[in-house]
């Protein structure tokens, strides 16, 4: 545990911020990320020599963009997460390991799957190498991207959990450790929500509707929007208690 002091006030979101060291591991989680970033966009790219060719890259952005959010999503849970606890302990190493190893496993099919995605979406006028001909291989788009999102979502709910169990030790106050319960919540919905999304892939019919087809991925869309709503509810909270002037 680094850097927790006791007297300090919290910030924004209602959380005294016991992680402003930044340790050697923090440090080398960061540059981890950030080897996955520079390994997404290196991937499978040539330098254009020719206007045809620097179009046809440029219609990748999309692909990439997605895949860097998708990155950056766990990136910035994981330091939201080492700012609000400031932990450094065995456990909370072994999790971070494990959530840069599943990052760089996943970061070639996260690529390929967004990228048939934007083609599929755009009627093929955004390029992808990777292609869908059949429901057997949209079954298996699926199955890959629920398994990635999800495991790396279950990593996310398990850091909230080892801090909820040293609650006592961290000193968390009672709206902290509310808040804490509910981020265990919000993430553990990520798995959840990839197993639904694995299991409407299943169903499908061997000649789905566009609604068929889209629904696996609409599955996603509905999570981040009820996850938002979630965390608009906590912010809301610790407004509303933090301007009666006390602290919970």
Do not use: C
């Not at 999503?73 to 999790?95: M, P």
């Not at 890959?144 to 080892?162: E, K, S």
Request: charged share 20%.
């Amino acid at each position: 545990m680094q850097n927790l002091r006791e007297e300090a006030q919290p910030g924004a979101d209602g959380f005294v911020d016991r992680g402003l060291d930044v340790t050697r591991f923090q440090s080398f989680l960061d540059a981890s990320f950030a080897f996955t970033v520079t390994v997404l966009v290196i991937a499978g790219s040539d330098v254009p020599d020719s206007i045809g060719k620097l179009v046809s890259a440029l219609k990748t952005v999309p692909t990439f963009a997605a895949s860097f959010l998708m990155i950056l999503l766990f990136w910035s849970g994981h330091d939201t997460w080492s700012r609000r606890y400031g932990l450094d302990d065995a456990r909370s190493r072994q999790l971070g390991l494990l959530l840069v190893f599943l990052v760089l496993v996943y970061v070639y099919p996260l690529k390929m799957l967004f990228g048939a995605f934007f083609a599929w979406l755009s009627a093929g006028v955004l390029p992808t190498r990777f292609v869908v001909d059949t429901v057997a291989d949209l079954r298996a788009m699926f199955y890959a991207y629920a398994l990635a999102f999800g495991t790396l979502g279950g990593v996310m709910a398990l850091f909230y959990a080892h801090a909820w169990r040293l609650r006592d030790t961290l000193k968390l106050s009672r709206f902290e450790r509310k808040a804490t319960r509910g981020e265990i919540q919000r993430w553990a919905l990520v798995p959840a929500f990839a197993v639904l999304s694995a299991a409407l892939a299943w169903l499908l019919p061997e000649n789905p509707s566009m609604l068929q087809t889209g629904l696996p991925g609409i599955v996603y869309f509905v999570l981040n929007a009820y996850t938002g709503h979630l965390r608009r509810r906590t912010r809301r909270q610790w407004a509303e208690s933090h301007s009666e002037g006390r602290r919970p």
